[in-house]
């Protein structure tokens, strides 16, 4: 469950309708990942789907309507508006790694590639990186994550944006914590994006290549 609490803090939101209704929902791409948190959340909602147009992908929307799943999403910090305000909730040590885990597979970001390509010795790299438009929030997922050793460093855009980024050696550590940790876990029920998670395979590649 801490990382599909990761994941709504990317891509979850909290609705009211006129009539008093109470909603939350995730509306994502990756339609597989989204049966998967309906299944672990135990749902037998319908998944709605909205049909890209031109280059856009298709749209996938898991919608519950439960006013106490909502206040209790509101009492963790998840409020109607909480692009700018959002707060991380007490997620235990333990489960960390998923929570952190769900969030990167909504709001993060991983690359691999080779730096200096004009040098004879060219320098294979990972960059991980969490962008938020709430600045608490990153600060605190920061502190958090520098318990287990973790660095990285806050970018503020001027496009009103904040990013929590980690280089090469960073990445690593915190790939580790991420997937590594309750790997059974998280494997048995399918919450993670296998497209990101396969990026360090191609960093190992480009890291043991032979240089040419």
């Known amino acids: 469950m801490a990382y599909i609490l990761g994941f709504f803090a990317a891509d979850g939101y909290v609705t ?4 008093g209704g109470q909603f939350w929902s995730i509306q994502i791409t990756d339609r597989d990942l989204l049966y998967a948190i309906r299944k672990t959340i135990a749902s037998e909602h319908k998944i709605g789907e909205r049909v890209g147009r031109g280059n856009e992908k298709a749209q996938y929307r898991l919608q519950i309507g439960s006013i106490e799943m909502c206040n209790d999403l509101r009492s963790l910090g998840f409020c109607a508006q909480k692009t700018k305000n959002m707060v991380i909730p007490n997620v235990p040590k333990k489960f960390l790694g998923d929570f952190t885990r769900g969030y990167f597979d909504g709001d993060g970001n991983i690359w ?4 200096h390509k004009e040098r004879k010795t060219k320098t294979a790299t990972l960059f991980i990186a969490f962008t938020s438009c709430s600045v608490p929030f990153l600060m605190e997922l920061k502190k958090r994550l520098g318990i287990f050793c973790l660095g990285g460093c806050i970018y503020r855009s001027k496009r009103n944006y904040v990013r929590l980024q ?9 790939y580790d914590f991420m997937y590594n940790q309750g790997r059974r876990r ?17 960093y190992k590649a480009l890291r043991n290549a032979p240089v040419v």
């Open 112 to 115: 691999s590639g080779l730096l």
């Open 166 to 174: 980690y280089s090469t050696v960073d990445s690593l550590k915190l």
């Open 186 to 202: 998280y494997e048995k029920c399918g919450l993670y994006l296998e497209r990101k998670r396969n990026v360090l395979e191609r």
């Open 16 to 19: 009211l309708n006129k009539r």
